[in-house]
């Protein structure tokens, strides 16, 4: 993706609930919290992304004021 400042890996929801559950039992394991929000792939796309590679099909699931976009333009007026 473009416009982020690291560069963002996607993935299917599936996967990502999968590598969240394997991260939970390594965090667990090495009885470590140090998170990372680069640590796991995302399956959100925000309106306006720009993919760099690779194809998909997706799925709108809010538009509007419910949007991240349209809450942050909320707070703004």
Do not use: W
């Not at 982020?4 to 559950?21: A, F, G, H």
């Not at 998170?35 to 959100?44: A, E, G, M, Q, Y």
């Amino acid at each position: 993706m473009t416009g982020e400042s690291d560069e963002l890996k996607k993935d299917t929801l599936e996967n990502c609930k999968q590598r969240q559950q394997e991260k939970d039992a390594e965090y667990v394991y090495l009885k470590s919290n140090n998170k990372n929000s680069h640590d796991l792939p995302s399956p959100i796309l925000l309106s306006g992304t720009q993919i760099a590679t690779g194809e998909g099909l997706f799925v709108c699931i809010v538009v509007g004021k419910h949007s991240c976009v349209g809450k942050i333009m909320g707070k703004l007026e």
